[in-house]
């Protein structure tokens, strides 16, 4: 019901800044919770961001609060996180996810929809 892809990904050097966005369709997009998560070479996906469906509720991991910003553009159903200050351990595969959480807003199990991922990848 709900189809995400993700774009912006791409090769940066260590202190650069990257916009990621995802596209997102269906009628429910603007009841949905929208999260960025991440899974980098030989670990598992991790949390990075999440936004409420409002836009007023945004909640971070703290190794990248502070450098990354989440939000989301309900009329054009977009969400984007804007990476400033990339290190080489921000190199992942970024995935958009959506989904109405319920008990823990940080666990990739509460997000029914996922994006296909784009690679990010920091040179140091």
């Known amino acids: 019901q709900v189809q ?3 774009s912006g990904g791409g090769l940066v050097q260590a202190g650069d800044s ?5 596209a997102a ?8 919770a929208m999260g960025w998560f991440r899974q980098a070479p030989g670990k598992e996906r991790e949390f990075v961001a ?3 469906a409002t836009g007023g509720g945004r909640v ?5 609060e502070g450098r990354f910003t989440i939000s989301r553009d309900n009329a054009e159903n977009t ?14 595969v970024y995935y958009c996810a959506a989904g109405s959480p319920k008990r823990n807003m ?4 509460e997000y029914a929809y ?3 991922g784009t690679q990010v990848t920091v040179s140091s």
Do not use: P
């Open 60 to 64: 971070y991991a703290r190794n990248v």
């Open 4 to 6: 995400l892809e993700e």
């Open 25 to 32: 369709s269906g009628r429910t997009f603007s009841r949905d």
């Open 114 to 116: 996922w994006g296909q």
């Open 79 to 92: 969400v984007h996180l804007e990476m400033k200050s990339l290190k080489s351990e921000d190199t992942a």
């Open 50 to 52: 999440v936004i409420t």
């Open 106 to 109: 940080r666990e990739k199990t």
């Open 18 to 22: 990257l916009r990621l966005s995802c």
